[in-house]
């Protein structure tokens, strides 16, 4: 292949994935169209994307594809070596593997945007953003996910799987909301933070609440059997 046309291919490749990257951070996944993309990237051919991509998973995948490539070999190296029968710096490292990776997207080009938009599509309840990226380093996210089990061996394999995916939430949920925040020009609240205060905050939350103790019970429904006789009982005078 002419060596000239290959670059351009490469260049065209690399401008759509950033176009289409700011695009979905600013107004979500369904909301911008492929012609919006291949327009705002400055490209005359309407099929640009499918010539290249073929569909918009694709395009998204390929977004996805050189951030989570550096994002999971850094959260592999936090997660080597972690001593999983030490509880306390055991959580505080894995909570570190969970959002070093992510933070440091803001010291790179496009950070911001990648932040906003890969909670736009974890957020999208018409794609599976994990089925998405199976099988492209994602075996970073694995191995978090084992090596809670082995420090939090005292919990069911139920409640650990619900408290990653709480704080899986929270961490996308965060970076983005702050982004967004400071994007708009907004320095209040947690878009006022240093970026150093803000990360280590958001670890120690993680901490706490993959620490938290189990409920002794779940909680009484209002109107259940066993409200109805305390309330019942209250009414009734005491014993003499």
Known sequence: MNPRKTLKSARTRHKLIATAERLFAAHGIDAVSLNRIARDAMQRN?????????????????????????????????LAGIDT???????????EAMVLPMAEHLNQEGGSNYLRFARQV???????????????????MRDARWVAQEILSDLSMTVVRHRLDLVTNLIFHSFADRETMRAAGKRTGVAGMETDEFIADLIAMIVSALD???PDRQPEKKGTAATSSRRAASTRPASA
Not at 51 to 57: D, I, L, N, R, W
Not at 122 to 140: Q, T
């Open 85 to 95: 029968g030490n509880r306390a710096e055991g959580l505080r490292k894995l909570a």
């Open 212 to 214: 938290a103790p189990v």
């Open 46 to 78: 309407a099929s640009v994307i499918q010539y290249h991509f073929g569909t918009k998973e694709a395009l998204i995948a390929a977004i996805f594809e050189p951030r989570l490539e550096q994002a999971n070999q850094r959260r592999l190296e936090l």
């Open 122 to 140: 974890y957020s999208n309840p018409r794609l599976e953003m994990f089925d998405l990226i199976r099988g492209h380093h994602n075996s970073g």
